[in-house]
């Protein structure tokens, strides 16, 4: 289905551009001050309303192949001190933001939390509620992995305003699960949605990774089919990231064997034909929504849009201001990230100072380049109409500060993954799958950095 030779001749280093310029950029000359100075002035800056991303760094046992930021612990003071630590650092933040901006998402992420006592996420909510004005629908989202979920706290979440639950599922075999030292869920996912569904309009999300120890494309084929039967609101597959020089308990995967690349290729590729079959839009890369969720249709309007915690759309999306460890605050003209070390964290805040460790203030002409970049990364396609008419800027005078591969952006469309136009371009074909390259073609850094970034594929 994907051409080989399309993959081979484009798996060059390119950034993931999850953001622009990427996470690998920012620099530690930036301090708890400057996160002030920036704070105060994202409140004059687009989009006007609030993103808020909690972080919670701890899970009960933990994943061999996890690649996110978290400690295991059942430490109680420790999630106590650092629950403190969180309020601290909501209140010093939302002091500083103008009081008629609105909350329009809120994203819980891990870790793991609803590994938290019910009462800690109740008493942080609380607090926000009481910190900020929301606009009339906004999306309260939670990563949930569903080993640690039961009725009562799913009641209490409802209960809360969660309307968007995100599960860790990776596979449903239990041999894969195993391996990896992950729990089953503790309730049957099947009826963990039905009860959802009875009882709330929250949206439901599952994820799966593919490139585990004992997978096969058949296994996967099996899981994503069973997935597809289940009609989750949206769902991923994530492709394994292995790097064990970074996360040390990878290794212990090794001892299995891991699927190889082309093995990995065919299990994305069945993930792909078994979900666009089902019916689904496919998102980005690998994320798959029903046609008629707000994501698709947002893409379908071209207003997708991208942050750290996932797709959202530019309507419900705003400044995303982030609170707790390793956690990444995007605003307009800023990344600011917190340190990684949960005791360096705590000890900040009770010394009442930002915990920030590194960052980025982006230049004028690197806020229009992420713009052009988000867009072909989003909405697979560039209107150099659009984006002038919403930086308020010439079209002649973008141009001039974005760096136009021509050559390259030529012999996209000889191969038959780009449409160019008067206006700019249409990705069409194989182009969805080498997108990184496409967006690259419009950046400057790369031609400067090539060295930095991993393959595209
Ligand atoms: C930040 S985790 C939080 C979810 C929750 N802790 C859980 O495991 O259910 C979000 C997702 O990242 C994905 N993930 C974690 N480690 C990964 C890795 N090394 N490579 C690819 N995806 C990974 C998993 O699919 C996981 O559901
Ligand atoms: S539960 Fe999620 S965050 Fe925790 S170790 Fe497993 S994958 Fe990582």
């Known amino acids: ?3 080989r030779n399309i993959l081979e001749k484009y798996n060059t280093a390119v950034p993931r551009y999850t953001s622009y310029p990427p ?5 530690e000359n930036i301090n708890g001050e400057d996160y002030r100075r920036i704070l105060i002035e994202s409140n004059q800056k687009k989009p006007e309303n609030i993103s808020l991303y909690i972080h919670i760094p701890f899970c009960p046992k933990l994943c061999f192949y996890c690649g996110c930021n978290t400690t295991i612990t059942r430490n109680n003071q420790l999630i106590t001190d650092y629950t403190e630590a969180l309020k601290k650092e909501i209140r010093m933040v939302s002091e500083l933001l103008d009081k008629n901006r609105k909350v329009s998402q ?9 590994s938290l006592p019910i009462e800690i996420i109740k008493s942080i909510m609380e607090l926000i509620y009481k910190e900020f004005q929301f606009i009339d629908e906004p999306e309260i989202a939670m990563e949930c992995s569903p080993a640690y979920l039961t009725w009562d706290y799913l009641d209490e979440l409802i209960n809360l305003k969660f309307n968007r ?7 449903f075999r239990q041999d894969v699960l195993k391996a990896v030292n992950r729990s089953e869920p503790a309730i049957h996912v099947e009826d963990l949605m039905t009860y959802i569904r009875n009882n709330s309009n929250a949206g439901i999300n599952l994820d799966f990774i593919y490139g585990l120890p004992l997978q096969t494309v058949e296994s996967f084929k099996e899981t994503i089919t069973q997935a597809a039967k289940l009609e989750p609101d949206r769902l991923v597959t994530f492709s394994y990231a292995h790097v064990p020089w970074f996360k040390k308990t990878q290794r212990k995967l090794e001892e299995y064997g891991l699927p190889d690349a082309e093995a990995k290729l065919q299990m994305f590729e069945a993930g792909y034909e078994i979900m666009t079959k089902a019916g689904y ?7 798959y929504a029903k046609p008629d969720d707000e994501l698709s249709r947002a893409l379908e309007n071209k207003m997708l849009h991208r942050n750290f915690q996932g797709y959202c759309t530019r309507e419900t999306t705003g400044q995303v201001y982030a609170f707790g460890t390793s956690s990444i605050s995007q605003l307009y003209s800023a990344y600011i990230q917190n340190t990684k070390d949960v005791k360096k964290y705590i000890a900040a805040m009770t010394n009442d100072e930002f915990a920030v460790e590194k960052g ?3 230049k004028p002409e690197q806020i229009v380049i992420r713009e052009v ?4 990364m989003c909405n697979q396609y560039l209107s150099w109409e659009t984006i002038a008419e919403r930086l308020n800027a010439k079209i002649t005078a973008l141009k001039a500060i974005i760096a136009q591969n021509q050559e390259q952006l030529q012999e996209f469309e000889a191969d038959g993954l780009i449409t160019l136009n008067d206006d700019g371009l249409t990705v069409k074909g194989n182009g969805r799958f080498v997108i990184r390259n496409i967006a690259a073609s419009f950046d400057p850094i790369i031609k400067a950095n090539e060295q930095k970034f991993s393959k595209s594929i």
């Open 281 to 287: 839009v496919p998102i980005g890369l690998d994320h």
């Open 1 to 3: 289905m994907i051409e």
């Open 165 to 171: 639950f995100s599960f860790g599922i990776q596979d």
């Open 373 to 376: 970049i988000n867009e072909i």
């Open 23 to 27: 996470a690998n950029f920012f620099h």
């Open 360 to 362: 980025y203030e982006l």
């Open 106 to 114: 809120i994203h819980w992420g891990g870790g793991t939390p609803n």
